[in-house]
């Protein structure tokens, strides 16, 4: 793996072409932050002067790109066993070639869709809107209530990210509420002018099973398709999946994580 520098921007942006839907956290934060943030690395694999796959590492999640999955497997792991990030994520054809060299006493895999907008549908819930700043910390309140979305986090930091999201450009929220407060959440965990992450979907316990999500979500998939932007989504529940197919999703493929225990 050769470590890259600002130099190779320009190559790495031309590899991943179109392709930026199979490796959207990647491309959104490198075209964010570059390579002048402390945080951010990035390395890539190279044979007679073309890439092979990527490997970018921000803060302790690490993405892997491959557009043709042929690629050394074993070196790529032994950047991970050096490295040790938290989270080693990609498309499962990708993490699947990996995984066998990475120790299964350290990672645990985990498996998914990475689903895309293709067919929005124009559904959209009437009372669905973009949540101000100051409404994001009951937003935060509300994730940090679910053991899946806020267990690993806690209200801190999640408030925290929320804000840092909204101030930034780089996330935002749409929720609907009523007198009691907000009873359902869905966010761009990351976007920039191509492209948008949803991520953060959640309806209170005492309004799931109403089947009133789809209007959430397809509001704001409404507004991020009006602005031209590519969506994409990562999917693990069968029930999520059936709601994000009903607003216009379809699975672009298999999305892996490989999860350090």
Request: glycine share 8%.
């Amino acid at each position: 793996m050769i470590k890259c520098t600002k130099e190779n921007a320009q190559e790495i942006f031309d590899y991943i072409g179109k392709d930026y839907g199979k490796c959207a956290y990647l491309y959104i934060d490198l075209k964010k932050y570059g390579f002048d943030n402390e945080n951010v690395n990035i390395w890539y694999q190279k044979e007679e002067d073309r890439i092979k796959v990527l490997m970018f590492q921000y803060y302790n999640g690490m993405h892997v790109f491959s557009r043709d999955n042929i690629f050394d497997a074993q070196d790529a792991a032994a950047l991970i066993e050096e490295r040790k990030p938290a989270l080693v994520c990609g498309m499962g054809e990708t993490i699947s070639q990996i995984k066998p060299f990475v120790s299964e006493e350290e990672y645990e895999p985990e498996y998914g869709d990475v689903v895309r907008l293709e067919e929005y549908n124009g559904i959209a819930g009437d009372d669905v809107y973009l949540a101000s700043r100051e409404e994001l910390k009951e937003v935060a309140q509300l994730l940090a209530e679910d053991e899946e979305l806020g267990g690993p986090y806690g209200f801190d930091l999640l408030y925290k990210q929320l804000l840092e999201r909204y101030d930034d450009g780089f996330g935002r929220s749409w929720i609907r509420k009523d007198e009691t407060g907000v009873i359902s959440h869905s966010a761009t965990y990351a976007e920039n002018e191509d492209l948008a992450v949803i991520s953060g979907s959640i309806v209170r316990p005492d309004h799931r099973g109403r089947g009133e999500f789809a209007g959430q979500l397809g509001a704001t998939c409404r507004d991020l398709h009006n602005e031209g932007k590519e969506v994409i989504s990562y999917l693990y529940d069968e029930r999520a999946k059936r709601t994000n197919y009903k607003v216009g999703f379809r699975v672009l493929g298999e999305w892996a994580k490989l999860i350090r225990k």
